[in-house]
């Protein structure tokens, strides 16, 4: 063996490394290659789709597509373009002037303003504007782009134009018919207002109006000012108008003016101010008593049968008196007004009596009529929303529903509860509206539940005695969206129970058939039957909050509560508590079969978003 064994091996060791090493290196280039070109085919097979997809789009929406590059001043068109504008085949479209020479004179300046305007300033581009056709006819197209500059740094403006004719006729005409009807109206307005102008007496009664009462007696410059006043109101006169008809209703209203003026002191002025609404100003010194003892002999005379055809129709007074404040420079409006508020407080309390105004009935109905028109404007600003409650099942402590409950989002006083606003809204007929608005909005966060992950299985929306009654119900449902079981109406024990109501049993028997679940709320606190159980077949039963607060230390109440769990048992209906204040309310329902539970125990109502939160987190558990 030589003496450089080592060297010669190392040697050819080195050179094997030397030819197999580019070898290697040249197949793992040959790899990436193949791998490059895998990716870029699939690409631009993407990119081919795209490109397919987006000429279709184009295509079907009839969208002309446009480039003008600002530093060549070259312009860009595609065919749509050209047929849009009906450029004729062949004339060049790669400058400006193409452009400027299709428009309307009459939009030219104002269409090319808006178009440097957003070149110079580098922004947006919008515009409509007429462009006239071959044929000499104009058409309306719209056009919108932006200023961009590409990778090598030129500025381009890009964008799209398409027709807007129907648009613009439509508008058009839409404008004229508003500005026609704004006409008329003013030529109505003022054919009414110079008909009352000339108009100061009542027709049917011969008494004085409205007008004339204000001038002869309660403007600050009026020749006579009156000492009381006294705001009289029929009662029950509606009813008799709409049964017998509307001769009725005028004898009723003839015989009012007389009673009114046979019992009205010899300079007292009688006058007849609304449908079935009078006023006697008293103008000689007065007192309380002497003012008592009219407003009583009108009501016992207004109360005596009046006879009309074959009826014989009564009617009663409401009657609210208000004495001058002579230390007011303009004390004859404000004698309307209180005697307006005193009258309401009398309507209020049962009708057929008199109420005299005082400075605590003032404040107190102003404060209501505060409420009554933040209710309205509530309304319009949509200031009502939803709550939700949870509700668990008894064994499993498991969410089996939310009740949604109606809040108003006040925007001085806050969050307000039903409590606060639901009477003066019962008042102003808008009850029916407001649930219609707490349904769709609970509707719609019901969809975002489920959209977020949330499992809520069923929401319970309060209905009122008004929506029960409106033929129409099932109507404004139309358009809902809502999956059958999902959804449960609740009503309270004392708005369902007539069984003479036609339209009541129809609206029930509908929801049913929509998949709408009728569920009975406040129950124990109203006087429902085995009987009135059955024919309605409800759902669920909610046990008012009032009886199952008591079973922790009263076992009357335990066994009364026990009762109504066995009833619905019984009925195959089942049994929700409310007003579950502690985990020991919790257990004792348990125990006693009750199926599920709602109180602040487990949560108190709150919104949607703090909803989602609880229930990802299961936060009734860590109170339970």
Excluded at 23 to 36: K, P, S, T, V, W
Excluded at 214 to 227: A, G, V, Y
Aim: charged share 25%; net charge negative; proline share 4%.
């Amino acid at each position: 063996m030589p003496g450089n064994t080592w060297q010669v091996r190392l040697l050819f060791l080195a050179g094997g490394l030397l030819v197999l090493l580019p070898i290697f290196i040249a197949g793992q280039l040959y790899d990436q290659r193949r791998e490059h070109i895998r990716e870029l085919k699939r690409r631009q097979l993407q990119m081919e789709s795209l490109s397919q997809r987006l000429k279709l789009a184009l295509d079907t929406s009839k969208i002309g597509i446009w480039e003008l590059n600002l530093g060549t001043g070259e312009l860009t068109w595609d065919e749509r373009m050209c047929e849009l504008y009906d450029i004729p085949a062949g004339r060049d479209t790669s400058q400006y002037d193409v452009w400027a020479e299709s428009l309307h004179p009459e939009d030219l300046k104002r269409a090319e303003k808006e178009y440097w305007d957003a070149i110079n300033t580098g922004g947006t581009y919008h515009s409509d504007f007429r462009v006239i056709l071959q044929d000499g006819t104009t058409r309306w197209i719209r056009a919108i782009g932006a200023v961009h500059t590409n990778l090598r740094g030129q500025r381009y403006i890009l964008g799209v134009n398409w027709d807007v004719s129907t648009d613009i006729r439509l508008k058009t005409r839409l404008l004229n018919a508003k500005q026609n009807a704004e006409e008329r109206n003013r030529e109505l307005e003022d054919a009414r207002a110079l008909m009352e102008h000339h108009s100061l007496h009542d027709s049917l009664t011969g008494l004085p109006n409205r007008r004339f009462l204000d001038r002869q007696l309660l403007e600050e410059q009026s020749p006579q000012k009156p000492t009381a006043l006294l705001h009289i109101d029929l009662d029950r006169f509606k009813h008799i108008n709409d049964t017998l008809g509307h001769a009725a209703g005028d004898s009723m209203l003839t015989h009012a003016a007389s009673v009114l003026q046979e019992n009205a002191g010899p300079d007292d002025f009688v006058a007849r101010i609304g449908g079935d609404e009078f006023v006697i100003a008293v103008t000689e010194p007065t007192d309380e008593t002497k003012l008592a003892g009219l407003a009583g002999r009108i009501i016992e005379q207004m109360r005596q049968p009046v006879p009309f055809e074959s009826h014989q129709c009564r009617i009663g007074v409401s009657i609210g008196i208000a004495m001058a404040d002579t230390t007011l420079s303009d004390y004859g409006r404000h004698l309307l007004v209180d005697a307006d508020i005193a009258l309401y407080r009398a309507k209020s309390n049962g009708r057929n009596r008199f109420e005299f105004f005082s400075d605590t009935l003032k404040s107190e109905i102003i404060r209501n009529k505060r409420v009554a028109d933040d209710i309205l404007s509530g309304l319009e600003r949509q200031e009502f929303l939803p709550f939700f409650q949870p509700q668990f099942d008894a064994r499993t402590l498991e969410i089996t529903g939310v009740e949604a409950l109606a809040r108003w989002n006040h925007p001085d006083e806050g969050i307000l509860t039903p409590d606060i606003f639901l009477r003066t809204a019962d008042e102003l007929n808008v009850v029916p509206l407001i649930d219609r608005i707490i349904l769709e909005q609970t509707l719609w966060q019901f969809t975002r539940w489920k959209a977020a992950g949330i499992a809520i299985p069923k929401v319970s929306v309060n209905v009122s005695a008004g929506r029960l009654n409106d033929a129409d119900l099932i109507q404004s449902l139309d358009g809902l969206s809502f999956e059958p079981g999902s959804l449960s109406f609740e009503l309270l024990e004392s708005i369902f129970l007539d069984d003479q109501n036609q339209v009541i049993a129809a609206n029930f028997e509908r929801l049913r058939e929509l998949g709408i679940d009728i569920e009975i709320d406040d129950f124990g606190t109203g006087y429902a039957s085995i009987v009135s159980l059955i024919h309605l077949r409800p759902a669920r039963l909610k046990i008012d909050r009032q009886l199952v607060i008591p079973i922790t230390h009263s076992e009357s109440q335990r066994r009364l509560v026990a009762s109504i769990i066995e009833i619905g048992q019984s009925l195959g209906i089942k049994v929700l508590a409310e007003g579950v204040e502690t985990m020991e309310h919790a257990a004792i329902l348990r125990d006693l079969g009750c199926d599920a539970l709602q109180g602040y125990a487990f949560a108190a109502p709150m919104p949607s978003a703090k909803l989602i939160e609880f229930v990802r987190g299961e936060l009734w558990r860590k109170a339970s």
